[in-house]
C-alpha cells in the first residue's frame, strides 16, 4: 500500500549499493509512486525498477519528471499500473531528456486517449536513439 511504498521511497533514496530492484505486485498507489519518484532524484546507482502491477496512476508524472534527470536507470517497468493517457506527455518529456534508459515497459495502462499519446509521447520515443 502507500505506507510501504513511502518506506520503500525513503530507504531507495538513501541506498548507494542497490543495482535492481523489483516492486510488482505490491499495491503501491500514488502517495507511494511519488516517494518512490523523489528517491529516483536522488538514487544514482540502481539500474533497473520494476513497478508493474501496482497503482501508481498519476504519480506516474512524477516518475517521470523524475527521469528526466536520473542517469543511472537503464530499465523502467510500469506495466499495469492504471496511468492515464494524462501522463503522455510527461513520459514523453522523460524519454525525450534522458538518455541512460534503455527499457520502458507501458503495456497494459489506460492509455486510452489516442490523441495525447500520439502528440505528446509517440514524437519522443521515435526521438530517442536509446529505446
Do not use: W, Y
Amino acid at each position: 500500500g502507500s505506507g510501504g511504498g513511502i518506506a520503500l521511497g525513503t530507504a531507495l533514496g538513501d541506498n548507494t549499493s542497490l543495482l535492481e530492484l523489483q516492486l510488482g505486485n505490491n499495491a503501491i498507489e500514488e502517495e507511494g509512486g511519488r516517494a518512490l519518484a523523489q528517491a529516483l532524484r536522488t538514487n544514482l546507482k540502481l539500474r533497473k525498477l520494476d513497478l508493474h502491477f501496482n497503482k501508481l496512476r498519476g504519480s506516474c508524472a512524477d516518475i517521470a519528471r523524475a527521469m528526466r534527470h536520473n542517469t543511472s536507470l537503464k530499465s523502467l517497468s510500469l506495466r499495469e499500473n492504471f496511468i492515464p493517457a494524462s501522463c503522455a506527455k510527461h513520459l514523453g518529456r522523460a524519454i525525450r531528456d534522458n538518455e541512460t534508459l534503455r527499457v520502458l515497459d507501458l503495456r497494459a495502462n489506460d492509455f486510452d486517449d489516442s490523441s495525447q499519446v500520439e502528440h505528446d509521447f509517440l514524437p519522443a520515443l521515435l526521438s530517442n536513439p536509446c529505446l
